[in-house]
């Protein structure tokens, strides 16, 4: 069966923390994205990951494709930072479809 | 980067009423268009598939006549709530794959349409 788990569903932070949210899936895929979601509900793709690791400025994305396990780093965090992070994966088997994770709400107080 | 613009973003309508919901893909050609609902602190569900030229393909419960897709165009694709209830009223965002030169470079989102049945 296709699911994605994140972990944790609620994150709260204090401003300069370093966070961290994970992801796991279960089978095979072509690809793991990260995404945000902001307050008003528009979402921005952050990454798009099949292997290794990438970075965009205080955002640091990683997969391990044999543990088939995904972290997203925020690296001093910040208030501007608060949003949902949606772990989002394409299945081998589901074509074009994203499989998505229940999000993670992280909350940056200053 | 590629830009999804998804209009209008907050709608009310009556009850019985049809809304209809656009996305445009504003600098690239979007031959796939994903229409998802969202309610809220949910994670999105995907409701249908659109292509260019051809049906869209929907997801199992999912009434096809309830929400029609039309994807006439590369830049364009509209999602109608017809004979709308309380009921449908949810978050709508489209999404569409970003592809240049047949090379995929991931997915980009339209802003959201909320959408408040009374």
């Known amino acids: 069966k296709n699911e994605v788990e994140q972990s944790p569903q609620n994150l709260t932070a204090q401003e300069g923390e370093f966070i961290t949210i994970n992801c796991s899936y279960s089978v095979g895929i072509s690809a793991l994205h990260w995404l945000q979601q902001h307050p008003g509900g528009g979402i921005v793709s952050l990454f798009m990951l099949s292997s290794g690791k990438k970075k965009h400025g205080r955002l640091i994305a990683t997969i391990n494709i044999q543990e088939k396990h995904s972290s997203l780093h925020i690296t001093a965090s910040h208030p501007r930072d608060s949003a949902v992070y949606i772990c989002?994966?394409?299945?081998?088997?589901?074509?074009?479809?994203?499989?998505f994770g229940g999000g993670t709400r992280v909350l940056v107080k200053p | 980067g590629a830009v999804v613009s998804q209009h209008p973003s907050r709608v009310i309508c009556k009850s019985g009423t049809s809304v209809k919901i656009e996305c445009r893909s504003l600098?690239?050609?979007?031959?796939?268009m994903f229409w998802y609902r969202q309610f809220p602190k949910q994670s999105l569900m995907l409701m249908a598939t659109?292509?260019?030229?051809?049906?869209?393909?929907?997801e199992q419960g999912v009434e096809k006549d309830k929400f029609l897709i039309n994807h006439a165009s590369l830049t364009l694709s509209t999602l109608t709530v017809t004979s709308a209830h309380p009921e449908d009223s949810s978050f709508y965002i489209c999404?569409?794959?970003?592809?240049?030169?047949?090379?995929?470079?991931?997915?980009?989102f339209g802003s959201g349409t909320r959408l408040t049945v009374v």
């Open positions: 999404s569409a794959r970003d592809l240049v030169q047949g090379e995929f470079r991931g997915y980009t």
């Open positions: 659109s292509n260019e030229g051809s049906k869209a393909t929907y």
């Open positions: 600098d690239f050609q979007a031959t796939t």
């Open positions: 989002a994966v394409r299945f081998r088997a589901a074509g074009n479809k994203l499989t």
